[in-house]
């Protein structure tokens, strides 16, 4: 229905996705019916005070002739219809106290104009900064929900512009563009009537530019559609390089890479800009090419008006009244022409959000609930292929893990280590086998009660912008000030919290930029300490620590390891060795297990990793 009331310059390919978040502005129905009354008044006066010129000129300055009122002659419509008109006229023009009652009148339609004007733009926007919110937070809420995979392929620039600005676009265009097609509209169709009703001849003559005017905007809507939506991802593309700027500005400075972010950014802002212009221009040549089309119509108008006058068909007051209205009809013939580049940007946006919308959520079709976890682990004949890979991260991967035990990954990057961890919490699938824990696979398990018998420590450590209370409260935020004093206790932080006037409520900056490397990492060990979950996941929990930081995260680990089910992956020795099994990884199959002991006099891949690292830095594998 939405593409007849774009006069045919868009199919219902492209209002598709726009209708389909109308669902967010549905609830405020009756105040866009109360906007719409408003903007029917702003319409309904347009057009009568454009029609008011005509007795203005033609009885406005003359005596009142002292006749009576207008008699009601038959009874069809039109007959009444002309009475109560005639009527209304004469109450206006036909008393001798119009002097003070005209301008009365005049100023009444303005005031009346203006209040519908604010009603319908108030309305509107109030529904579209509402419509805006609940958008945004499903678009938040649904972000939440993506699998871990829709991560790694959208960048956090896409998606920061699919969150605000898209949003923005395609609800606030929507209000813009109501109003313009509503008010418009209705004014050109006023305008048209009053046309008609003073003189039938040059109203048909003013027809003639309405096709023309449209064959306008489905051109510059057919030749701006590419370059609107390049604009736009050009945009997402700006947020990810402003977004990796911020975040790696150490990184940026230390290597002197200042020049290559600087060029990075140049050659997308220049796209947009460039992009930009095309845009710009052609806004501006449609103004111009628009009036040169309503100038000519108002000349041949002139021209007929003139050549009608001379024979007596028509009256001063009829003709000023005509071309007023016409004059009036140009903007918002305007208007409607210009509006097809809003018009587009709102469907390229609606098009983004309701794709970021459509996108598949994870999977969680399990039912059953854990409780009272022992730990025992099985992974059977597990599979894992990432993507179009060829490769398979894990290839037909079987391990028992009795509950208790500590179990450590090695192998070179790229062996299967980090996607066996990863499989346990379902951030991935496999594409065959099964994964049971405590004799129950996982896919029957409801994915966030899964989640909650695990506790991770890894190298790529995440904080957020507030409180250390509150970063450690974060897996169990009913836990009260003394238990997460305990936990950070146990995470080697107490010293933190002491030297610190605000103490365990101090802000640690934008993921811990506030802290040390090895006081972040402890501030994450104390998440999982407080967390208690009978099983721990540690990936490359102690890498780039220097000796001080590592022997007291070591600490920290050893207490939260204790009495768990743990798994790591790491390279430190320190961490290995205390392993009850070491599982030797390489191509996502299981080349070897034992203890650190056992590995070493086999002299086998283990032994070789081992041998090789330590020569090269005595301490990692």
Same mark, same amino acid.
Not at 344 to 350: S, V, Y
Not at 353 to 371: H, I, N, P, R
Not at 399 to 412: D, H, Q, T, W, Y
Not at 477 to 503: C, F, I, R, Y
């Given at each position: 229905?939405?593409? $007849?009331?774009?006069?045919? =310059? ?7 996705? @726009? ?13 866009? /019916? ?122 956090? #620039? ?10 923005? $676009? *395609? ?13 418009? &509209? ?18 048909? =003559? ?48 230390? @290597?002197?890479?200042? !020049? ?16 930009? !212009? ?48 016409? +004059? ?11 509006? *097809? ?17 459509? &996108? ?12 009272? /976890? ?5 992974? $059977? ?28 990954? /090695? ?46 420590? *890894?190298?790529?450590?995440?904080? @957020? ?5 509150? $970063? ?9 000030? +003394? ?26 900056? &934008? ?49 939260? +390891? ?22 030797? +990884?390489? #191509? ?29 830095? #005595?301490?990692?594998?």
């Amino acid at each position: 229905m939405l593409h $007849n009331l774009t006069f045919g =310059l868009f199919s219902k390919k492209d209002t598709a996705s @726009f209708m389909q978040l109308m669902v967010y502005v549905k609830p405020y129905k009756m105040r866009i /019916v109360f906007a719409l009354l408003a903007i029917i008044g702003v319409a309904f006066t347009e057009s009568y005070l454009a029609a008011f010129i005509a007795p203005l000129v033609n009885q406005g300055f003359v005596l009142p002739d002292g006749t009576d009122m207008p008699m009601l002659i038959g009874d069809g419509i039109l007959e009444k219809l002309k009475y109560y008109v005639d009527s209304f006229q004469h109450a206006i023009w036909g008393t001798k106290h119009k002097i003070w009652v005209v301008p009365l009148f005049f100023m009444g339609l303005v005031i009346f104009r203006g209040i519908c004007r604010f009603i319908s733009a108030y309305l509107m926007a109030w529904v579209a900064t509402t419509a805006i919110g609940h958008l945004r937070q499903d678009m938040f809420d649904k972000m939440l929900l993506l699998p871990s995979e829709q991560y790694q392929s959208m960048s956090s #620039g896409e998606m920061l512009m699919n969150m605000v600005q898209m949003v923005e $676009n *395609s609800i606030n265009h929507a209000s813009g563009v109501f109003i313009v097609l509503t008010r418009d &509209t209705l004014i050109v169709i006023g305008l048209v009537c009053v046309l008609f009703y003073l003189n039938w001849q040059l109203a048909l =003559l003013i027809m003639v530019m309405f096709p023309i005017l449209s064959g306008l905007s489905r051109y510059y809507r057919n030749r701006l559609k590419g370059v609107i939506n390049n604009a736009q991802k050009s945009i997402g593309s700006l947020n990810t390089v402003i977004n990796e700027t911020h975040q790696g500005h150490r990184v940026i400075k230390l @290597f002197g890479g200042q !020049k290559h972010s600087a060029n990075k950014f140049n050659q997308v802002n220049t796209l947009i800009v460039r992009l930009g !212009k095309k845009i710009s221009q052609a806004d501006a040549a449609r103004s111009p090419i628009s009036e040169v089309v309503g100038s000519t119509a108002l000349a041949v108008v002139i021209f007929f008006a003139l050549w009608q006058s001379q024979q007596g068909m028509t009256t001063i007051g009829e003709f000023m009244a005509f071309i007023v209205a016409m +004059m009036q009809m140009f903007g918002p013939i305007k208007n409607l022409a210009n509006i *097809s580049i809003p018009m587009q940007t709102m469907f390229l946006a609606a098009d983004s959000v309701c794709a970021f919308l459509d &996108t598949k959520s994870e999977t969680d079709q399990g039912t059953t609930k854990l409780s009272n /976890v022992q730990g025992y682990i099985h992974f $059977n004949h597990i599979s894992v292929q990432y993507g179009n890979e060829t490769t398979k991260a894990l290839d037909d991967f079987n391990l028992n893990i009795r509950p208790g035990e500590k179990i450590a990954f /090695v192998g070179r990057s790229g062996s299967g280590k980090t996607t066996a961890i990863n499989l346990l919490p379902r951030f991935i699938n496999p594409v065959a086998g099964e994964i049971l824990l405590d004799n129950i696979n996982i896919q029957e398990v409801n994915l966030a009660n899964l989640r909650s018998q695990f506790a991770l420590v *890894s190298q790529e450590i995440f904080l @957020f912008d507030d409180t250390l209370f509150e $970063n450690v409260r974060y897996s169990r935020p009913a836990a009260t000030e +003394m238990e997460v004093m305990a936990a950070l206790q146990a995470a080697n932080l107490s010293e933190l919290v002491h030297k610190h006037p605000k103490g365990i409520h101090q802000p640690i900056g &934008t993921n811990g930029s506030l802290l040390s490397g090895g006081q972040r990492q402890r501030v994450s060990i104390a998440r999982a300490i407080l967390k208690d979950a009978p099983i721990l996941l540690l990936d490359e929990a102690t890498s780039a620590l220097d000796n001080e930081s590592e022997r007291l995260v070591q600490q920290a680990l050893e207490r939260l +390891m204790t009495g768990r089910t743990s798994i790591i992956v790491a390279h430190r020795l320190s961490t290995i060795e205390q392993a009850d099994r070491i599982i030797v +990884m390489d #191509g996502g199959k299981i080349i070897e297990e034992g203890s650190h002991t056992e590995l070493l006099a086999k002299g086998g891949y283990y032994a070789m990793l081992h041998n090789t690292s330590n020569a090269i830095c #005595g301490q990692s594998i």
